[in-house]
Protein backbone atom coordinates (compact mmCIF):
# COMPACT_ATOMS: atom_id res chain seq x y z
CA UNK A 1 0.00 0.00 0.00
CA UNK A 2 2.79 2.40 1.10
CA UNK A 3 4.39 1.90 -2.39
CA UNK A 4 1.59 2.90 -4.75
CA UNK A 5 1.22 6.56 -3.22
CA UNK A 6 4.13 7.13 -4.94
CA UNK A 7 3.19 5.76 -8.14
CA UNK A 8 0.23 7.62 -7.85
CA UNK A 9 1.68 10.91 -7.27
CA UNK A 10 4.60 10.02 -9.69
CA UNK A 11 2.61 9.23 -12.28
CA UNK A 12 0.15 12.76 -11.50
CA UNK A 13 3.44 14.70 -12.01
CA UNK A 14 4.07 13.18 -15.15
CA UNK A 15 0.80 13.29 -16.55
CA UNK A 16 0.46 17.42 -15.50
CA UNK A 17 4.15 17.87 -17.14
CA UNK A 18 3.16 18.73 -20.45
CA UNK A 19 0.45 20.71 -19.51
CA UNK A 20 2.68 23.32 -17.30
CA UNK A 21 5.09 23.31 -20.06
CA UNK A 22 2.30 24.63 -22.20
CA UNK A 23 1.28 27.11 -20.21
CA UNK A 24 5.00 28.14 -19.54
CA UNK A 25 6.10 28.66 -22.69
CA UNK A 26 5.56 32.08 -24.33
CA UNK A 27 3.11 32.35 -27.14
CA UNK A 28 4.30 32.47 -30.82
CA UNK A 29 4.34 35.55 -32.72
CA UNK A 30 1.48 35.49 -35.30
CA UNK A 31 3.39 35.15 -38.77
CA UNK A 32 3.44 37.97 -41.51
CA UNK A 33 2.32 35.37 -44.19
CA UNK A 34 -0.88 34.28 -42.29
CA UNK A 35 -2.37 37.34 -43.39
CA UNK A 36 -1.23 35.96 -47.01
CA UNK A 37 -2.37 32.46 -46.60
CA UNK A 38 -5.56 33.49 -45.37
CA UNK A 39 -6.45 35.60 -48.38
CA UNK A 40 -5.57 33.12 -50.41
CA UNK A 41 -7.51 30.76 -48.79
CA UNK A 42 -10.49 33.12 -49.19
CA UNK A 43 -9.78 33.52 -52.88
CA UNK A 44 -9.79 29.81 -53.85
CA UNK A 45 -12.94 29.70 -51.31
CA UNK A 46 -14.69 32.12 -54.15
CA UNK A 47 -12.81 31.01 -56.88
CA UNK A 48 -14.81 27.29 -55.93
CA UNK A 49 -18.22 29.19 -55.20
CA UNK A 50 -17.93 30.76 -59.15
CA UNK A 51 -17.14 27.52 -60.75
CA UNK A 52 -19.82 25.55 -58.59
CA UNK A 53 -22.44 27.91 -59.47
CA UNK A 54 -23.01 28.33 -55.22
CA UNK A 55 -22.04 32.28 -55.61
CA UNK A 56 -23.70 34.30 -58.48
CA UNK A 57 -22.27 36.92 -60.02
CA UNK A 58 -23.54 40.07 -57.72
CA UNK A 59 -22.56 38.43 -54.70
CA UNK A 60 -19.07 37.40 -56.37
CA UNK A 61 -18.59 41.06 -57.01
CA UNK A 62 -19.66 42.28 -53.40
CA UNK A 63 -16.91 40.06 -52.00
CA UNK A 64 -14.35 41.00 -54.24
CA UNK A 65 -15.13 44.25 -53.59
CA UNK A 66 -14.48 43.73 -49.89
CA UNK A 67 -11.44 41.71 -51.01
CA UNK A 68 -10.26 44.57 -53.08
CA UNK A 69 -10.40 47.40 -50.18
CA UNK A 70 -9.07 45.23 -47.41
CA UNK A 71 -5.96 44.17 -49.86
CA UNK A 72 -5.54 48.15 -50.42
CA UNK A 73 -5.56 48.34 -46.81
CA UNK A 74 -3.15 45.26 -46.25
CA UNK A 75 -1.02 47.54 -48.51
CA UNK A 76 -1.05 50.62 -46.98
CA UNK A 77 -0.51 49.67 -43.67
CA UNK A 78 2.71 47.38 -44.57
CA UNK A 79 3.72 50.81 -46.81
CA UNK A 80 3.85 52.80 -43.78
CA UNK A 81 5.49 50.20 -41.36
CA UNK A 82 8.26 49.11 -43.73
CA UNK A 83 6.85 46.32 -45.19
CA UNK A 84 5.24 44.76 -42.37
CA UNK A 85 2.22 45.09 -40.12
CA UNK A 86 1.80 45.80 -36.68
CA UNK A 87 -0.03 43.74 -34.28
CA UNK A 88 -2.92 45.88 -34.13
CA UNK A 89 -2.98 45.88 -37.73
CA UNK A 90 -2.80 42.15 -37.97
CA UNK A 91 -5.89 41.77 -35.34
CA UNK A 92 -8.41 44.35 -37.14
CA UNK A 93 -7.37 42.40 -40.45
CA UNK A 94 -8.02 39.10 -39.02
CA UNK A 95 -11.20 40.54 -37.53
CA UNK A 96 -12.39 41.55 -41.15
CA UNK A 97 -11.24 38.41 -43.03
CA UNK A 98 -13.34 36.72 -40.43
CA UNK A 99 -16.24 38.89 -41.36
CA UNK A 100 -15.16 37.83 -45.09
CA UNK A 101 -14.84 34.61 -44.29
CA UNK A 102 -18.41 33.95 -42.68
CA UNK A 103 -20.00 35.75 -45.60
CA UNK A 104 -18.32 33.75 -48.19
CA UNK A 105 -19.56 30.75 -46.55
CA UNK A 106 -23.37 32.55 -45.99
CA UNK A 107 -23.26 33.19 -50.21
CA UNK A 108 -22.32 29.73 -50.67
CA UNK A 109 -24.85 27.98 -48.25
CA UNK A 110 -28.25 30.32 -49.77
CA UNK A 111 -31.14 29.90 -51.69
CA UNK A 112 -29.43 32.38 -54.16
CA UNK A 113 -27.74 29.60 -57.06
CA UNK A 114 -26.18 31.15 -60.78
CA UNK A 115 -29.11 28.76 -63.51
CA UNK A 116 -27.69 29.66 -66.62
CA UNK A 117 -29.81 27.62 -68.96
CA UNK A 118 -29.75 24.99 -71.53
CA UNK A 119 -29.25 27.30 -74.62
CA UNK A 120 -26.50 29.17 -76.09
CA UNK A 121 -26.54 32.40 -74.21
CA UNK A 122 -26.64 30.21 -71.11
CA UNK A 123 -23.57 28.10 -71.79
CA UNK A 124 -21.92 31.11 -72.44
CA UNK A 125 -22.45 33.15 -69.57
CA UNK A 126 -21.28 29.57 -67.57
CA UNK A 127 -18.18 29.53 -69.43
CA UNK A 128 -17.63 32.93 -68.90
CA UNK A 129 -18.01 32.08 -65.07
CA UNK A 130 -15.23 29.50 -65.65
CA UNK A 131 -12.90 31.45 -67.02
CA UNK A 132 -13.09 34.36 -64.18
CA UNK A 133 -13.29 31.14 -61.25
CA UNK A 134 -9.92 30.24 -63.56
CA UNK A 135 -8.54 33.29 -62.98
CA UNK A 136 -9.44 34.36 -59.27
CA UNK A 137 -7.69 30.60 -58.54
CA UNK A 138 -4.51 31.22 -60.34
CA UNK A 139 -3.78 34.65 -59.31
CA UNK A 140 -4.26 36.26 -62.92
CA UNK A 141 -7.35 37.85 -61.87
CA UNK A 142 -7.19 40.36 -58.93
CA UNK A 143 -9.65 40.75 -56.35
CA UNK A 144 -10.51 44.29 -58.03
CA UNK A 145 -10.55 42.91 -61.99
CA UNK A 146 -12.90 39.92 -60.79
CA UNK A 147 -15.43 42.70 -58.82
CA UNK A 148 -15.26 44.56 -62.15
CA UNK A 149 -15.75 41.52 -64.51
CA UNK A 150 -18.50 40.18 -62.36
CA UNK A 151 -19.98 43.66 -62.10
CA UNK A 152 -20.51 43.36 -66.28
CA UNK A 153 -21.80 39.98 -65.89
CA UNK A 154 -24.45 40.58 -63.15
CA UNK A 155 -25.31 43.87 -65.91
CA UNK A 156 -25.77 41.18 -68.55
CA UNK A 157 -27.91 38.55 -66.67
CA UNK A 158 -30.44 41.15 -65.05
CA UNK A 159 -31.07 42.24 -69.19
CA UNK A 160 -31.41 38.47 -69.85
CA UNK A 161 -34.18 38.31 -67.11
CA UNK A 162 -35.43 41.26 -68.03
CA UNK A 163 -35.64 40.37 -71.71
CA UNK A 164 -37.32 36.86 -71.07
CA UNK A 165 -39.72 38.20 -68.90
CA UNK A 166 -40.80 40.32 -71.32
CA UNK A 167 -41.22 37.88 -74.28
CA UNK A 168 -42.72 34.96 -72.59
CA UNK A 169 -39.54 33.31 -71.46
CA UNK A 170 -37.55 33.66 -74.44
CA UNK A 171 -34.92 36.21 -76.38
CA UNK A 172 -35.11 37.70 -79.63
CA UNK A 173 -33.27 37.29 -82.37
CA UNK A 174 -31.86 41.33 -81.94
CA UNK A 175 -32.09 40.71 -77.98
CA UNK A 176 -29.61 37.91 -78.30
CA UNK A 177 -27.24 39.60 -80.65
CA UNK A 178 -26.92 42.25 -78.42
CA UNK A 179 -26.07 39.80 -75.63
CA UNK A 180 -23.77 38.28 -77.55
CA UNK A 181 -21.80 41.40 -78.35
CA UNK A 182 -21.82 42.44 -74.65
CA UNK A 183 -20.33 38.59 -73.80
CA UNK A 184 -17.90 39.41 -76.31
CA UNK A 185 -16.53 42.58 -74.95
CA UNK A 186 -16.45 40.61 -71.04
CA UNK A 187 -14.46 37.61 -72.51
CA UNK A 188 -12.17 40.12 -74.55
CA UNK A 189 -11.95 41.92 -70.61
CA UNK A 190 -11.23 38.81 -68.87
CA UNK A 191 -8.55 37.92 -71.51
CA UNK A 192 -6.78 41.09 -71.18
CA UNK A 193 -6.93 41.13 -66.97
CA UNK A 194 -5.95 37.53 -67.30
CA UNK A 195 -2.85 38.14 -68.98
CA UNK A 196 -1.67 41.60 -68.19
CA UNK A 197 0.84 41.98 -65.48
CA UNK A 198 -1.31 42.43 -62.60
CA UNK A 199 -1.44 39.04 -59.94
CA UNK A 200 -3.79 38.86 -57.20
CA UNK A 201 -1.13 39.66 -54.03
CA UNK A 202 -0.11 36.41 -52.11
Do not use: C, W
Not at 23 to 51: F, L, M
Not at 78 to 107: F, M, P, W
Amino acid sequence: MRRTLPVIALATLFATAPLFAQQTQPTEKPKEGSVNDRREDQQQRIANGVQSGQLTAGETKRLETREAGLNREIKNDRAANGGHLTAQERRQVNRQQNNLSRSIYADKHNAAQAHYGNNEVGQRRENQQDRIAQGIRSGQMTAGEAARTENREQNINRSIAADRAANGGHLTAQERHSINQRQNSVSRQIYRQKHNNRVAPK
